[in-house]
C-alpha cells in the first residue's frame, strides 16, 4: 500500500487507507460524505487490482458528485476487470453503459472507443460495430498494439 502512495506521488498513505486495505472494504463514514476521498480510495483498490471495492468507492463518489469523464473510464474498467474475472455477462453490460455515456461527454477518449469495440464483439459478435469504434480509437490518435492486432484479426 505504501509503495502504491509514493509511486503515485501522494506520500504516505493515511490511516484509513491503511485499515480499509486491511479489512478489504470501504470503512469509513467520512468516505460516505466526501466525494473526493471516495474517488481516492476507489482509485486505490484499482490500482491494486480489487474491483469489487473500487467500484464500490468510485460508485459511492459519482452518487455525491457525478464523476468526470476520466474517472468514469476507471470506474467502466473496474467493472471490466470484475467482469473478465467473474465472466458474468451483467458486469460487462455495466462497463458499456459507463462506457458510452464517457463517450457522449468526452467523444475523444480513445481508450472508450477501444473497449466499446472490444465489448461489441466480444458480447455481441458485431462485427461492424467493433470495426467502427476500433477505427475511431486511431483516428483518435490511439496506438496500442494490442487493439492493433484485435482489429486486424476482424480481418480491417
Do not use: C, M
Amino acid at each position: 500500500l505504501r509503495a502504491v502512495y509514493v509511486r503515485e506521488g501522494a506520500g504516505a498513505p493515511p490511516v484509513e487507507d491503511l485499515a480499509a486495505a486491511r479489512a478489504e472494504r470501504p470503512s469509513t463514514a467520512l468516505a460516505a460524505r466526501a466525494p473526493v476521498l471516495s474517488y481516492r480510495r476507489g482509485w486505490f483498490f484499482y490500482r491494486i487490482d480489487r474491483p469489487d471495492p473500487a467500484i464500490e468507492f468510485f460508485e459511492r463518489a459519482d452518487s455525491i458528485r457525478p464523476l468526470d469523464p476520466l474517472s468514469r473510464l476507471r470506474l467502466a474498467e473496474a467493472w471490466l476487470d470484475r467482469g473478465g474475472a467473474s465472466g458474468e455477462r451483467v458486469d460487462l453490460e455495466r462497463s458499456r453503459e459507463h462506457l458510452e455515456r464517457v463517450v457522449r461527454e468526452a467523444p475523444e477518449t480513445t481508450d472508450a472507443h477501444w473497449w466499446l469495440g472490444r465489448l461489441a464483439w466480444v458480447l455481441d459478435r458485431d462485427r461492424a460495430e467493433a470495426l467502427r469504434r476500433y477505427r475511431r480509437y486511431f483516428e483518435l490518435g490511439g496506438e496500442s498494439e494490442v487493439a492493433r492486432r484485435e482489429r486486424q484479426a476482424l480481418g480491417d
